[in-house]
């Protein structure tokens, strides 16, 4: 069966992590992605380590499941070969600086004039207008100016970057439920459109709570450790062997004297400076000291048993060795494999994707560059091998 995005083609036009994570989820999702490159170099990233086997796994983290081809667009031959391409498309994604699709002569108008239903997605760091549009950017720059930066982090502390690329993947999560959108939108307008999608938008957008906080109170959101900034006791403490998270429910079924009775600290389930969430987060100084050491009592796995039996979220910090080993994780198949035509077998991490009726899932590892250059052209465009051959001469594909 084929997935819920078969019969969607999409020209990628996206490098490094931002765009070409967007593609792959929609390549995860059924939809037939084609990754342009240029000859003999390709996205930057396929020289990222560390490479196994000859195979940048930096690349196959983000490109499985795509297929490329080699197209010259500085060349006029390049160019025309690549709007013949846009003719059979549905979706353009690409994430160069503001203005470079411009110079290549493949801009929104340009590309719209030959496919008027083109669902043309520009993902930047800034977005197509604005006093930084044509600024380049790269994940950690976005961290630091879209202020997440400044709430993570210990308290007191130096600003820290998530250990993971949270501008880029943010952005690319947004860019995947955009062109969803506008391809839902063309079904009943049955017109294409442009979509622009600012990297710094959308660090904006994920720290709602943050901004709105501050809008409306004035104070300046800071970095807390793994602390939640109204609910209290929601976050880490160390452990005999390790740290485990917890979040208690608050409201009307405040789970505060059932934490109390699990610590063995009765005597401040009725303190008045504890008595609901807020409260304890604006007494954290004098409660601090007393749940550390409380939780210090006993060992990770000892704490997340006796929380659980009580109905009380929890549970282990781990590394990510220990993740891919969970058995939730293991049930839900988000360690997948792969087979490179070369290279052999890889693990990389499934889709999160999961339909009743229709499949989704990685089947291939990444293309090699140029791999299905021929296959495209002769498939969508119907072109020979004589033509192919000359176009390879001259340095086209």
Not at 230 to 243: A, E, L, S
Not at 352 to 362: H, Q
Request: proline residues 6%.
């Amino acid at each position: 069966m084929a997935g819920p995005l078969a019969g969607i083609r999409v020209l990628d036009m996206t490098q490094v992590l931002f765009g070409p994570f967007a593609t792959m989820l929609l390549s995860d999702m059924g939809a037939d992605v084609i990754k342009i490159e240029q000859p003999e170099v390709g996205d930057i990233a396929r020289g990222n380590g560390p490479v196994v086997r000859g195979l940048s796994t930096y690349f196959l983290s983000l490109n499985r499941g795509k297929k490329s081809v080699t197209l010259n667009l500085a060349t006029d031959k390049g160019r025309a070969l690549f709007l013949e391409l846009v003719k059979n498309a549905d979706v353009l994604v690409e994430n160069y600086t503001p203005g470079t699709m411009e110079k290549l002569g493949l801009s929104y108008d340009e590309v719209k004039a030959c496919n008027p239903g083109i669902i043309y997605v520009a993902g930047s760091g800034f977005g197509q207008y604005g006093p930084y549009a044509h600024k380049p950017a790269f994940d950690v720059v976005i961290q630091a100016m879209g202020g997440i930066m400044s709430i993570t982090g210990e308290e007191g502390g130096p600003p820290v970057r998530p250990g993971a690329s949270y501008g880029d993947i943010a952005a690319g999560l947004f860019l995947c439920v955009a062109t969803l959108a506008a391809l839902q939108e063309r079904n009943v307008s049955g017109k294409g459109q442009l979509v622009d999608v600012s990297m710094l938008d959308c660090q904006v957008t994920v720290q709602e709570n943050a901004f709105v906080r501050y809008l409306n109170t004035g104070e300046i959101p800071h970095a807390l450790g793994t602390r939640h900034p109204v609910i209290t006791p929601f976050q880490t403490f160390p452990t005999k062997d390790g740290h485990v998270a917890v979040a208690l429910r608050g409201g009307i079924k405040d789970q505060w004297p059932l934490f109390c009775a699990a610590i063995e600290r009765l005597d401040i389930m009725d303190d008045e400076r504890f008595r609901n969430g807020w409260l304890r987060t604006q007494n954290y100084e004098a409660l601090e000291p007393v749940l550390n050491e409380a939780m210090k009592a006993r060992t990770t796995r000892e704490w997340v048993e006796e929380l659980e039996k009580m109905g009380i979220p929890c549970g282990p910090v781990n590394n990510i060795a220990q993740v891919a080993e969970d058995p939730q994780i293991q049930s839900r198949n988000m360690i997948a494999e792969v087979r490179h035509h070369e290279a052999g077998a890889f693990k990389v991490v499934n889709t999160p994707f999961r339909f009743s009726r229709t499949p989704s899932g990685v089947e291939r590892a990444s293309p090699d560059l140029g791999e299905h250059t021929r296959d495209v052209l002769s498939n969508v465009l119907g072109m020979t091998e004589a033509e192919l051959g000359e176009l390879e001469s001259e340095g086209i594909i």
